[in-house]
């Protein structure tokens, strides 16, 4: 019965949906105001069925209803009670209801905010959120039914997949698509400010926080996903540009340039048509992402279960939604006036800059994503792209960019010269190179070249972030004054350094060595010992049994901790799996993870020491910290008093942000 | 203005290339093994450890060579379309049971049935010379125990039909 009831609640929501997509957009471009507000009941209505529609899910999985086919195949009677909830999310139908869900609690937000914007664009906007939802909800009910029944019903599930059993993972994907998802928005209020023909400034201010907003949540998404691969995976690998995390990886690139480029936008009136075009590409590489993963086009590691029919459903959805998007792009962009100029060196310059870079970054990603489709679409041969093609050819756009990222900061608008920037940056230079050579000397031993530029343009970032608080403190004469939106900057980008840093050390100093060891055995790791003290192979979870090592860990003889890593299989599906044993501490992991019994009791034991690793996702929380800073700032939520500048945008200029 | 119409264009391109990619698996590889001979092995067979089995003893027949685990879950699905080739009596399945714990793989056969006119046990060695990178893989074999077709993955139904059936009966009227 609740099964029943859930995806009826979604048949209701698809015509919510249909609701909300029509009338706006249609009453919006015949003038009837009517029309035009039915847009929020639609969208109060649509998220309330597509919750229920969700509750009566996850309540199949509390309550164990193997007779649902998802269920059954995605849970069992021994799964703990927070993994039948997640588990709701675990495979591809549930996912599916997740996004939409997501999406529906983004539409009912700007719902509920955009009291302050003009009715009609705001209904647009509302509109073409419920087109998307219309799309995704109709291919859930025809390709992805999470609610098909199983008669008979099964007696017990086959389990969730061990690999997601794991805390991290239950939270790794609704944080990941909140963030993609949110992209939507941007992409909303991009295509009513085309079809308004207002595509100068406002729609960029209204935009700016929402977008913030959905990049904070996809940046804390893919270092949770990372962070998980990490501890869960069993070598010690933290990023692996597998398709799947570069699906993920893309449009965050292209939304880093988006916040940038909508920045000049709301700012100076400039790059209208490229940050209209950056926001329909941002949330198509979202889209993309969910056909590369779903269709089967791609191997990777984290398939789901892949299906031609729903990859020809979602092509065929990625075309009607990116293709009219563009379609309405090629038609209006040209209309935008001719904009005013910018002196060659100027903060407009420099973002400019981050923004061709990151969209390179963003190309490299793709070109190496999709290498192999391409060679075997043309009948090339099969090829993979190895982590080594990304690993040389990525520093190359991002390399320059973080080294400009310094100047950029601290560069004005329309007209500026480099030595003045040179001048006033030149003790953060002088600290960060200097720091730069010797630190990684003192504390870690020889490093390479490229080691040595990473870290001095880590120091950089970070120096020439923290320099206009520092002298704005020294400072007492005159009176600084930074924003919120100036501190996020700052925050954002001291993660960006920490980040880098992160990344620098771990790779160029890791030390991992593969081992085996018998019982009592001790060997020596980056000064640390580490000594195999017993093995218990009866340890049993509620779901799985293991086999747990007790390693006891010292330093200079004295006893510092003891690890437990552990070998687990899981009764259902009979995969084994690894759970590393890691001491975190903010300046190294150390991380041992069991290997297969070799027998006469020894057993492969791979030790790591990993330096700095916590840096890596302690960057992005900082990032996502300083995205959340910028939105704070108040100039979001009170009215704008200061009118704006374009003649054009008399209309909306009482608007308010 | 021509310019605003290029991201259209790229994208178009990239759709032409999805719509190819549909129509491609990605995890289709030509195995380098096909046209060679089978590898050889000699194994015991499930339930009666003291009887081995080897690879010549089928020559003169057509062999199916299934490689699966009562582990594998894509496994079940395929077991109801290795059951019908069995009743058919098209050609014969050796079952190449990987990894696996007997009294599973036993369980398996007692609850869900038996396709295999025989089940050897392997502990990965077979496989390996197999190149078996994951159950379920399947390898025709013909009379002089030449490898001719593998097949990656579940064995559908249509696969049967249209790839392997034809395979088989050309091989068995081949001396």
Same mark, same amino acid.
């Given at each position: 019965m609740i099964p029943e009831l859930g995806q009826f609640a979604l048949i209701i929501a698809l015509c919510l949906s249909l609701v909300q997509a029509f009338f706006p957009l249609a009453g919006a471009w015949t003038g009837n105001r009517t029309w035009v507000r039915l847009a929020w009941p639609a969208v109060s209505g649509q998220t309330v069925f597509v919750l229920l529609s969700f509750g009566c899910l996850v309540w199949s999985f509390i309550q164990n209803d193997f007779s649902v086919l998802y269920v059954a195949s995605n849970s069992n009677s021994a799964l703990p009670f927070i993994y039948r909830i997640s588990a709701t999310w675990g495979a591809h139908e549930g996912s599916m209801l997740l996004w939409i869900l997501i999406l529906a609690a983004w539409s009912i937000s700007v719902a509920a905010l955009s009291?302050?914007?003009p009715e009609l664009f705001a209904a647009r906007v509302l509109g073409v959120l419920g087109l998307i939802s219309f799309g995704f909800l109709l291919f859930t009910l025809e390709?992805?039914?999470?609610?098909a029944r199983l008669?008979?019903?099964?007696?017990d599930g086959r389990d969730l997949n061990p690999l997601l059993q794991d805390p991290g993972l239950a939270i790794h994907p609704p944080m990941l698509y909140v963030g993609y998802v949110g992209f939507a928005v941007a992409f909303a209020f991009a295509i009513a400010a085309m079809l308004e023909g207002k595509m100068d400034t406002a729609w960029a201010r209204w935009a700016r926080p929402w977008t913030t907003v959905a990049w904070c949540f996809l940046t804390l998404g893919i270092a949770l996903g990372s962070w998980w691969a990490y501890y869960e995976?069993?070598?010690?690998?933290?990023?692996?540009?597998d398709p799947v995390e570069n699906a993920s990886f893309m449009p965050w690139l292209a939304g880093t340039a988006l916040i940038h480029s909508l920045a000049v936008t709301e700012k100076r009136g400039l790059f209208k048509s490229w940050t209209l075009l950056l926001a329909i590409t941002a949330f198509s590489l979202s889209l993309l992402g969910t056909f590369l993963v779903r269709s089967g086009v791609l191997v990777s590691v984290?398939?789901?279960?892949?299906d031609p029919e729903r990859g020809r459903f979602i092509l065929a959805f990625l075309v009607t939604v990116i293709g009219s998007a563009l379609g309405l792009y090629a038609w209006r962009?040209?209309?935008?006036?001719s904009e005013e100029g910018f002196g060659k060196v100027s903060r407009e310059t420099f973002l400019l800059a981050n923004n061709i870079l990151l969209v390179i970054a963003m190309l490299v990603v793709l070109l190496g994503t999709l290498f192999p489709l391409f060679m075997d679409a043309i009948g090339g041969g099969k090829y993979s792209v190895g982590p080594q093609y990304f690993a040389a050819v990525f520093v190359i756009p991002t390399l320059p960019m973080v080294l400009l990222m310094g100047l950029g900061m601290h560069s004005i608008w329309r007209r500026d010269n480099v030595s003045r920037i040179v001048k006033r940056l030149r003790v953060p230079m002088l600290i960060a190179v200097v720091l730069g050579i010797t630190l990684p000397w003192m504390i870690y031993g020889t490093p390479s070249i490229m080691t040595v530029v990473a870290i001095i343009a880590a120091l950089w970032v970070i120096g020439s972030s923290v320099f206009g608080p520092v002298m704005g403190l020294l400072d007492k004469t005159q009176k600084v004054r930074i924003t919120r939106s100036q501190w996020g900057m700052i925050v954002a980008h001291i993660g960006v350094g920490i980040f880098i840093l992160g990344v620098t050390v771990t790779e160029a100093y890791s030390v991992h060595r593969d081992q085996a060891l018998r019982l009592g055995d001790s060997v020596d790791v980056s000064g640390y010992t580490v000594t195999f003290e017993s093995i218990n192979k009866k340890v049993s979870g509620p779901n799985y049994k293991a086999t747990q090592a007790t390693m006891a860990v010292s330093r200079d003889g004295k006893s510092l901790m003891t690890l437990y890593p552990e070998k687990r299989t899981y009764l259902v599906q009979r995969n084994p799996m690894t759970e590393a044993g890691i001491d975190a501490r903010l300046h190294r992991d150390l991380y041992l993870a069991l290997g297969d019994?070799?027998?006469?009791?020894a057993w492969s034991v791979r030790f790591q020491y990993k330096p700095l690793v916590r840096f890596i996702w302690l960057g992005c929380i900082i990032m996502a910290l300083g995205g959340l800073i910028a939105v704070s700032d108040k100039r979001y939520r009170v009215?704008?008093?200061?009118?704006?500048?374009?003649?054009?945008q008399a209309a909306l200029a009482g608007g308010k942000s | 203005m021509w310019r605003f119409l290029i991201p259209m264009a790229l994208f178009a391109i990239l759709v032409w290339f999805f719509n190819q990619g549909l129509g491609l %698996?990605? $995890?289709k590889i030509p195995s380098p093994l096909i046209g060679k001979p089978a590898p050889e092995f000699s194994l015991p067979v499930l339930g009666e450890k003291d009887r081995m089995v080897a690879m010549? %003893?089928? $020559?003169?027949q057509v062999v199916l060579v299934n490689v699966w685990g009562s582990?594998?879950?894509?496994c079940r699905e395929e077991h109801q379309v290795l059951l019908g080739i069995a009743a058919s009596g098209a050609v014969p399945i050796i079952g190449?049971?990987?990894?696996?714990q007997d009294a599973d793989a036993e369980n398996w056969l007692r609850s869900l049935g038996n396709p295999y006119t025989v089940t050897l046990v392997d502990e990965g060695r077979a496989a390996i010379n197999f190149g078996v990178?994951?159950?379920?893989e399947s390898f025709l074999i013909d009379k002089q125990g030449i490898i001719i077709h593998k097949h990656t993955g579940p064995i559908t139904w249509e696969a049967w039909q249209q790839e392997i059936l034809p395979m088989v009966v050309k091989a068995k009227e081949a001396t």
């Open positions: 009291k302050n914007l390709t992805s039914n999470p609610f008669i008979p019903a099964a007696l995976l069993g070598w010690g690998g933290w990023w692996f540009w984290h398939a789901f279960a892949t962009a040209p209309l935008l006036k019994e070799l027998g006469d009791n009215a704008v008093t200061k009118t704006v500048k374009d003649s054009g | %698996d990605p $995890r010549s %003893d089928f $020559r003169g582990w594998c879950v894509a190449l049971d990987w990894k696996d990178y994951g159950a379920p």
